[in-house]
């Protein structure tokens, strides 16, 4: 096993000794972890990203208990997104002018398939289904596939660009029925991180399918990129 750092062993023993909390307190909680680093322990130089991790109880080997879905969240998650858009036609100026990144069809097929993977989010329109569909086994473990049901197959060319270039965040639950996404950075004030964070859960919780069984939220926990996670109660 790797020895754990100074840093990290500080943060575990300050969230053991915290425990489950209300979000309120989870969220002050957590970005006061650098502030009470022991002398010595230097804090970290990059703004961390801020992610709430959800277990839900549902079964997604059953499709409809698979839990997806995508937020504008209301303060973004500080960061401007790098989108794609595979067009053709007038889409692709219309494309363009929201503020795409990079705009074009089979070219960027090629590209994708030669390994190239720098972006974030990948929307497509409905007539480019069938350049996209061959990607799917490269974009989709990445969780970039673009797909009707989150938003990223659409007609809407230039909103979906600008709501995701505005921190529009996408979600699924993975195979063990988690839900993992990032609400915004540590720098951002506590009040609105919990903002996001409640809007998020606010979504979650309209989304439970009708099919799941017994408690549907198990646990939640608050973590930066290189902290633990604080256990929010329920």
């Known amino acids: 096993m790797a020895k754990q750092s100074k840093r990290f062993t500080h943060y ?5 000794e915290l425990g489950a909390v209300d979000l309120s307190t989870a969220v002050g909680a957590l970005k006061g972890l650098e502030s009470s680093l022991p002398k010595g322990v230097k804090p970290f130089k990059f703004d961390q990203s801020v992610e709430l991790s959800i ?26 997104q790098r989108v794609l858009v595979f067009a053709q036609g007038d889409n692709v100026a219309v494309a363009e002018e929201a503020g795409a990144d990079f705009v074009g069809g089979k ?3 090629d590209k ?3 390994g190239w993977i720098d972006f974030d989010v990948a929307i497509a329109t409905p007539d480019m289904m069938g350049v996209v569909g061959p990607l799917g086994r490269v974009l989709g473990p990445r969780g970039l596939m673009p797909s009707p049901r989150a938003g990223t197959v659409t007609q809407e060319v230039a909103k979906t660009v600008q709501e995701y270039r505005a921190g529009k965040v996408e979600f699924r639950c993975d195979d063990g029925g988690n839900v993992h996404c990032v609400v915004g950075k540590m720098s951002f004030e506590e ?10 859960l606010k979504l979650v919780d309209s989304l439970r399918p009708t099919s799941a069984k ?12 290189m902290t633990p996670g604080i256990s929010v109660a329920v």
Do not use: F, M
């Open 12 to 16: 575990q023993k300050q969230v053991d």
């Open 55 to 80: 277990r839900l109880g549902v079964d997604p080997k059953q499709a409809d208990q698979i839990v997806r879905g995508s937020i504008v969240l209301p303060h973004g998650i500080g960061k401007t």
């Open 191 to 200: 009040s609105q991180l919990q903002e996001n964070i409640e809007a998020l």
């Open 112 to 114: 994708i398939k030669d």
């Open 107 to 109: 070219e960027l097929a």
């Open 214 to 225: 017994g408690v549907y939220v198990r646990n939640i926990a608050l973590s930066g990129t």
